[in-house]
């Protein structure tokens, strides 16, 4: 096909406003394209030289192709930026800039293969001297071109090509090109697509067969699934009654979900939930992947958190969005904010695509194909048929860190649906963007030894309030957040006169640590919210008869209250006071107190 037939269809793409009138260009340019080259044409008509999910970047400056803009029209580079002045637009001065050249040879045709193997050159070039190789290779290209389709080559090296022609109006045209424009047609093109993630593969299979040739496209790894997706819920109430048979409870872990693509042999891929290859930034997980996972090869998915490796809880989501885009530093990140990932699906194990199967069974599936490791552990789940079997899951997941859980369907029809949002998984969370306005002085019991940077002392302490009442310290938060080192480091000689290896007594708490401690030292610390909790017993009965309360994302403001005594420290009646100001703010949540 001849670059200049594209061209003259993105010029009419480019003119009009109306999304029918694109529809109906697409799909004449569509059908007037030869099958092998549709995923080109496909490519190149969103601006990419291949599937997103490749992440194939051009990589061309301004200045790089001002340069070539130079070159091959003759202009000189003032008359360039003068007239970019004008138009506002590079592609369009080299449009007119070409116009105005004298040709000495009349050259054949540009055809679209040959541009874009032009272009893939550019973008595969790399290296010394690679800049002046792309100048030559753009120089080339717009040699040969007439105006209106060099306005589209550079547009096209800067990424400016901007036509608006997005997935969804390809996916729309493919269906009237190549089908009968139908609802089910379109839905029916849409899941294909949604596990090839390659509308070039669709079409191409659309176009040289029919509806029914898209059932050959299957998993791949290697190549990304568009995720399943999750509705949200009002309260645990109403996800019972959407999933009648019961619900697989998991833990909503709060990080960035990874899709992990395990060969038999060779590279392992991470893809984010935007399909986006993200290996690079978890090396710890590329490396061990292929160690948990038995049965190759295989696709998981799960949702990666940065654990804090002083006292193994899950801190934060914000740590691991510091790793993203990082390319530098990485072993340093990679020490201080390590990683691991609760896997909660399977889509493919042993070669065999399982995506079809009811919920249930994947589940075992993983299971079976899955030897857990210190970052590759599988997501708590329970299974749940009444209202309070749900709320003690919930109350868990919370305690244990957790922004949530996420319900899932285990009904017959519970497959993996592919880039879909529906009620086959429900997740349930609370709003934890506001924080704790108090904070709290809390006693130390007892300390816990330190892991990684902090092996050797101690990572973290436990703390509880007072209750004047009953003259007891009860538990209420395990902190290793926001010491500094030289606190740390003397920890283990300022705890020292007062450790103890029995509990000491008037404590109380669910947990054990490695040293307890005389209540004595008091510590203030604030943290995100107050939750119900299994493990810690501040204020235990008054909200709930097996529940205390503990504090969410506890962090030491470094400031130990010499100046109070343990009896002076805040007290269980003061926080459940808090907690119950906090229900009051947010009245949603008293559903679940
Ligand atoms: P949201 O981003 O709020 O729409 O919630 C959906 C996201 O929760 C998913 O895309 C995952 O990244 C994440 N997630 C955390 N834990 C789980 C889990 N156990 N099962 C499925 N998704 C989970």
Redesign the pocket.
């Known amino acids: 096909m001849k670059f200049a037939d594209l061209v003259a269809w993105y010029d009419r793409i480019e003119a009009t406003t109306k999304r029918l009138e694109m529809r109906a260009i697409l799909v004449e340019m569509l059908k007037a394209t030869p099958p092998d080259e549709l995923p080109v044409v496909l490519y190149l008509s969103q601006g990419m030289l291949r599937p997103e999910y490749e992440g194939v970047e051009l990589g061309v400056a301004d200045s790089l192709a001002r340069k070539a803009v130079v070159l091959a029209t003759g202009a000189t580079a003032s008359e360039v930026t003068g007239s970019v002045r004008e138009s506002g637009d590079l592609g369009t001065t080299a449009a007119t800039l070409l116009g105005r050249r004298k040709r000495l040879e009349i050259s054949s045709p540009l055809t679209v293969h040959e541009v874009y193997a032009g272009l893939t050159a550019i973008a595969h070039t790399s290296g010394e001297g690679s800049q002046e190789v792309k100048v030559r290779t753009l120089v080339e290209l717009l040699n040969r071109a007439e105006p209106a389709e060099g306005k589209y080559i550079v547009r096209f090296v800067l990424g400016t090509l901007r036509l608006g022609v997005r997935e969804m109006s390809l996916l729309d045209a493919l269906a009237v090109a190549f089908a009968d424009g139908s609802k089910e047609a379109r839905t029916r093109i849409e899941g294909a697509y949604n596990v090839s993630s390659d509308l070039g593969q669709v079409a191409v299979a659309l176009a040289t067969g029919s509806l029914e040739a898209l059932n050959s496209i299957s998993l791949e790894v290697g190549r990304p699934i568009r995720?399943m997706?999750?509705e949200?819920a009002l309260n645990l109430g109403e996800i019972l009654e959407r999933m009648p048979e019961g619900a697989a409870f998991?833990?909503?872990?709060?990080?960035?979900?990874v899709q992990a693509h395990i060969p038999v042999r060779g590279e392992v891929k991470l893809f984010s939930?935007r399909l986006e290859n993200i290996s690079a930034q978890f090396p710890e997980l590329v490396e061990e992947l292929p160690r948990a996972i038995r049965h190759k090869p295989a696709i998981v998915?799960?949702?990666c958190v940065p654990i804090d490796p002083a006292t193994d809880e899950i801190l934060p989501f914000q740590e691991v969005s510091r790793r993203r885009g990082r390319k530098h530093d990485l072993d340093k990140v990679q020490s201080e904010i390590p990683v691991c990932v609760?896997l909660?699906?399977v889509l493919m194990a042993d070669g065999a695509p399982v995506m079809a199967e009811p919920f249930p069974k994947r589940r075992s599936e993983l299971e079976r194909i899955v030897a857990p490791t210190e970052r590759i552990r599988l997501?708590q789940?329970t299974i749940v048929h009444d209202l309070e079997a749900a709320q003690r899951c919930f109350d868990a997941a919370i305690a244990d860190g957790?922004?949530g859980v996420?319900a899932?369907s285990i009904a017959a029809g519970s497959a993996y649906r592919a880039g879909a949002r529906g009620f086959w998984?429900i997740?349930y969370?609370r709003d934890y963007t506001q924080t704790l306005g108090d904070s709290i002085d809390g006693v130390v019991i007892g300390a816990f030894y330190g892991r990684g940077r902090r092996a050797g002392g101690y990572g973290a302490l436990l703390l509880a309030t007072y209750d004047p009442k009953e003259d007891r310290y009860e538990s209420f938060c395990k902190v290793g957040g926001g010491f500094d080192d030289a606190t740390v480091a003397a920890l283990p000689a300022k705890l020292k006169p007062k450790e103890r290896e029995e509990r000491p007594k008037g404590v109380l708490t669910e947990l054990t640590p490695d040293k307890w401690v005389e209540p004595y030292f008091v510590l203030e610390v604030r943290g995100a919210e107050l939750t119900l909790s299994p493990n810690h017993r501040a204020g235990v009965g008054q909200i709930r008869p097996d529940a205390g309360l503990a504090l969410r994302f506890p962090r030491s403001t470094g400031r130990w209250r010499t100046d109070k005594g343990p009896t002076e420290a805040t007290t269980s009646q003061e926080l459940v006071e808090m907690y119950r100001k906090q229900v009051k703010q947010s009245p949603h949540r008293s559903a679940d107190a």
């Open positions: 995720p997706l999750a949200r998991e833990y909503k872990y709060d990080g960035l979900r939930r998915e799960g949702e609760f909660f699906d997501a789940q957790s922004e996420m899932k998984w997740k969370k």
